[in-house]
């Protein structure tokens, strides 16, 4: 932690995220994003990530949110951890140090193993694409 924030902690004992704040001031006009660094760096064990998801109460309070929502820090990534925000409002939207930017939520992940075939099974849905589920 390089920064003058305490650790991010899970704020009830039934949160999945715990929040990440700003290292510094940023304005966020309409329309645009900036990078809000934290000043945290983490080794995370190979077989996890950490997924950088928005906050309901920014989105609402002030239309801020994830840009690349969730974001994924990898296992092997050792820089700081930042947060893309990007601003859906009609306003500007002010970001100050210490304020509650995102939260990070650990997972579990497993790497594909590719097998190429050259058919696949058939299935009720088949081609089927987007919107194409429950539809007689």
């Known amino acids: 932690n390089k920064s003058h924030n305490d650790l991010p902690l899970y704020e ?4 999945a995220g715990c929040d990440v704040r700003s290292t510094h001031d940023e304005l966020i006009y309409p329309g645009g994003c900036a990078l809000i660094k934290t000043g945290l760096y983490v080794e995370i ?4 990530e950490i997924q950088v998801r928005p906050r309901s109460g920014l989105a609402f309070k002030k239309n801020l949110t994830v840009l690349n929502s969730p974001g994924t820090i990898d296992a092997d990534y050792r820089g700081e951890i930042g947060v893309i ?4 409002g009609r306003n500007s939207a002010t970001i100050e140090r210490g304020d509650r930017i995102g939260q990070l939520v650990l997972n ?23 919107g194409s589920t429950g539809k007689q």
């Open 12 to 15: 009830t004992i039934g949160s």
């Open 45 to 48: 064990p190979i077989g996890y």
């Open 85 to 88: 925000l990007i601003n859906h």
């Open 108 to 130: 579990k992940v497993e790497q594909i193993e590719w097998d190429e075939v050259s058919e696949l099974s058939d299935t009720d849905r088949g081609h089927g694409g987007f």
